[in-house]
């Protein structure tokens, strides 16, 4: 996957002397860096992971996007001087404000790295696992940057009709899990990952439980068991229907790990209103039509603007904030309206 765009190696345009801080070597950060090196601007992309993709090395399986392809395309943006700085976390390892300092304009490129979980009781046994968190270990075992796998059971329960949920299915055949079931609240044809990705599971063994969802989790110290509640679907008028429990359908199924595949959240690395800049009540961060963020030099692109997309959207929207960029560090303009907002949560912030 090739990241540059405008230039090549070898025929690179002069340095403007201008620098620009990526917060996020992710899809967003990747093309946002890929459109500044070859306007000339110096580039340092920061991550907190051992190594620059993002969700493309380790939140998404090599057969839906080979490795090799990103690694190459992320080579060629360190050839061509983009610097990437790695196992370093804004808002823990490195101050946000400093990088601000020290930058003649910032991108947060943070995405959506904290997943939502269900709270019912006995979510707090042992064994139960978010799925997202669970695909980013396993890649970060199986790439040699852990020592410890990640544990599995006989009869794995996942619970989303997303493609993280459908990724977490085969990752859990891969690791050694005899038995898969997918539940999914919605049928298959309203599922986000599509019916041809529900169809293509049960194919390899998976045992769909369309129309159910969680209530339950029972057990000791570990998962046990889980109830599940049949749900029949409503229509609304707006959208998908509403599932709605029907009430003494409840089933019982053996399990001794779930994965909870149930949607992700922006994470901004800064809390609502620090450094002057404002934070969705979704936790996405606020930006105009051309990624600016309520704070002078601050743009804002990818899931951590948007909330949860695909690869593609996520890529094409780094692509775009890095033209706003080059184009704010040829102006130094900036809309007055965003910066009183800023100002005003700065205050209410302190």
Known sequence: MRFLKGCKLGALPNPTGKRVSIIGAGPAGLGAAGVLICKGHEVVIY?????????????????????????????????????????????????????????????????????????????????????????VNYHLYKYGYINTPPEYGKKALVIGGGLTAVDMCYIAKEVGCEEIYLSYRRTRQYAPAGKNEFNQLEKEGVKILELTQPTKFIGHSRVEK??????????????????????????????????????????????????????????????????????????AAGDVKTGPSLIGPALASGKKAGEEIHNYLLTDEWPDHLLKIGREYDRVSR
């Open 47 to 135: 991550d907190q992971l051992p190594e620059a993709g993002g969700l493309l090395i380790f939140g998404i399986p090599d057969f839906r996007i080979p490795k090799k392809r990103i690694r190459d395309g992320i080579k060629e943006m360190k050839d061509a001087g983009v610097k990437i700085i790695l196992n370093k976390k804004v808002g823990r390892d490195v101050d946000l404000e400093s990088i601000i300092d020290e930058s003649d304009s910032v991108l947060i490129a943070t995405g959506t790295w904290r997943s939502r979980e269900l709270k019912v009781p006995g979510c707090e046994l042992d064994g139960i696992h978010t799925a997202f968190d669970y695909i």
């Open 226 to 299: 889980v109830v599940l509640i049949r749900n029949k679907l409503v229509e609304t008028g707006e959208g998908r229907p509403k599932p709605q429990p029907i009430l003494g359908s409840d089933i019982e199924l053996e399990v001794d790990i779930v994965f909870q595949a149930i949607g992700e959240i922006p994470t901004p690395p800064f809390e609502n209103g620090k450094y002057g800049i404002h934070v969705n009540s979704d936790g996405t961060i606020y930006t105009d039509e051309h990624y600016r963020t309520t704070r002078k030099g601050v743009f």
